[in-house]
Each structure stands twice: as C-alpha cells, then as structure tokens.
T-cell receptor, first 112, second 115 residues
Framework: KQEVTQIPAALSVPEGENLVLNCSFTDSAIYNLQWFRQDPGKGLTSLLLIQSSQREQTSGRLNASLDKSSGRSTLYIAASQPGDSATYLC???????????FGAGTQVVVTP | DGGITQSPKYLFRKEGQNVTLSCEQNLNHDAMYWYRQDPGQGLRLIYY???????QKGDIAEGYSVSREKKESFPLTVTSAQKNPTAFYLC??????????????FGAGTRLSVL
C-alpha cells in the first residue's frame, strides 16, 4: 500500500527566506503527484500537479520537483511571505481511478 | 461562481443518530470524492464516485454511506455505526479522474462533532 510521508511536520522561517518542503512515497509507480495548501479550518487548494512523466512544475514563486525512482518530491517556495503561512500537503495517485493518498502535511509559519 | 459547496459548515450528532453531509458541484465534473481529516493527519478516502449511479468504497468506508443520483450531488451519511465520527469532512471533485492531469478541487469542509 502506498505510504506518503512529509517531514518536517512543522516549519518556521523568517520572511524572505526560501522554503523547502519534502514529500516521500513508497510506491514509485505513480500517475501523478499534487501539492495542496490548506488554511486553518478550510478546504484544500491545489498548487501544482506533476504528471509521472514530468520532472518539475513551476507557478510563480512555487516550484515542485519529482524524482520517481527515489520516491521523492520537493516543493520550493521562493522569498517566503507571511501570507504563505499554511499547511502544505502532498498527495499521490497510483491508479487510474484518481484515488489520492495524502501525507499528513507540513505546517509552515512565516514570521514578519 | 463555479465550485464545490458543502453544507452545513458545522454539524452536531447525537448518540445513535444518522446525519447527512451535503456536497454539490457546478463544475460539470464526473468524479466526486469524500475524505475525512483528523487533527495532525492527512486526508483519508471514505467513498468515491466516477459516474452517476456508481460509487466505490475507499480506505475507511465502514459506518458511512453515499449516493450519486445526480452528477452535481454526492451526499455522505454518517451512520450510528460510525463510533468515532468527530472529524473534518472534505468533498472533492475532478473532471478528468482517469488521466495523469487529474486535479482535485475541494469544498470548504464540514466539521462534525458528537454531542
């Protein structure tokens, strides 16, 4: 069964510093990997989706890489801002039914 | 305004009572999903549906039931058989669930508590 791990569980950085969030998964036969943001008490917002054939995706200050062979993905957020404070979750799907397995998330606090 | 609407935002359940959480989407998506989120944990899949009148059990379906009579609607019933229902429930939909471009869109969630 696919297991998804996110370390660390929590992270605090000063404003302006780059953020590096890690996600690892045990089964490398994935269809895609998706990064989400969740604000307290809210639903999830999709940030980036990386298909299994891709190595990275970029959107603005966000860049996500994927290394299937080692079972890892990294989300980079450049020049962090207090508004980036949230929980970031990664999820992978290993079948054609679109069922995602989620990590527990990394809670990020960016201090002014 | 396109999106996924979950209601109510907060729900309280009495002992032995069944409660139903609503999820409606106007994105014209075929696939819909229900997840449960407990504090400090990731989301766990309860049920999913790829098409109207069809649905499949996820990882933690015991004590829950669903229906998919309309494309737009995927209500979740938490039955009295679910002994630990207190959690945050999230509904999602996807327009291209069978492809590698499957992006899931989420509602704002329903927080269920036991009285």
């Amino acid at each position: 069964k696919q297991e998804v791990t996110q370390i660390p569980a929590a992270l605090s950085v000063p404003e302006g510093e780059n953020l590096v969030l890690n996600c690892s998964f045990t089964d490398s036969a994935i269809y895609n990997l998706q990064w989400f943001r969740q604000d307290p008490g809210k639903g999830l917002t999709s940030l980036l989706l990386i298909q299994s054939s891709q190595r990275e995706q970029t959107s603005g200050r966000l860049n996500a890489s994927l290394d299937k062979s080692s079972g890892r993905s990294t989300l980079y957020i450049a020049a962090s801002q207090p508004g980036d404070s949230a929980t970031y979750l990664c999820a992978v799907t290993t079948d054609s039914w679109g069922k995602f397995q989620f990590g527990a998330g990394t809670q990020v606090v960016v201090t002014p | 305004d396109g999106g996924i609407t979950q209601s109510p935002k907060y729900l309280f359940r009495k002992e032995g009572q069944n409660v139903t959480l609503s999820c409606e989407q106007n994105l014209n998506h075929d696939a819909m999903y229900w997840y449960r989120q407990d504090p400090g944990q990731g989301l766990r899949l309860i049920y999913y549906s790829q098409i109207v009148n069809d649905f499949q059990k996820g990882d933690i379906a015991e004590g829950y039931s669903v229906s998919r009579e309309k494309k737009e609607s995927f209500p979740l019933t938490v039955t009295s058989a679910q002994k630990n229902p207190t959690a945050f429930y999230l509904c999602a939909s996807s327009g291209d669930s069978r492809s590698a471009k499957n992006i899931q869109y989420f509602g704002a969630g329903t927080r269920l508590s036991v009285l």
